[in-house]
């Protein structure tokens, strides 16, 4: 599926947002509490997405390979994913609660729809991963 550049935008405004509040709250977990590892994967699954829609949405830009950040393995890519699949299903569970024309319902739609871009962008990435092993 094809995204347009605004969509993409708002999905990185979205993910930056979510950055943020995740490095807030890593000093208020003691390191090692199922909170703090919770925390930080979602953190490392936040930079991951964060990472590939800065190449999307500066791919036209980019011309080579030297351009492109951190490349991660396929098990990262996995390993992101899951938190970012975990958001998608706790977001749409809240959201069931309330009708579509409400605030409370209205205020997931931008996380869930920058967590579907992220968990696509993921998969991309995972399945180029996939192709360049086989090459």
Do not use: W
């Not at 964060?50 to 098990?75: C, F, I, P, V």
């Amino acid at each position: 599926m094809e995204f347009t550049t605004q969509q993409l935008e708002a999905a990185y405004k979205e993910i930056i947002s979510i950055i943020k509040k995740c490095e807030k709250m890593e000093e208020k977990f003691a390191e090692g509490t199922s909170q703090h590892t919770l925390l930080k994967n979602r953190l490392f699954a936040m930079q991951v997405a964060k990472q590939l829609l800065e190449e999307t949405l500066h791919s036209s830009e980019r011309n080579t390979a030297n351009d492109k950040g951190r490349t991660y393995s396929y098990q990262e890519l996995a390993f992101a994913k899951e938190p970012v699949c975990s958001i998608i299903r706790k977001c749409s569970k809240a959201q069931r609660k309330y009708e579509k024309e409400t605030a409370n319902y209205r205020r997931y739609v931008p996380m869930i729809e920058a967590m579907q871009i992220a968990e696509q962008l993921i998969e991309e990435q995972q399945a180029s991963c996939t192709e360049s092993s086989k090459s």
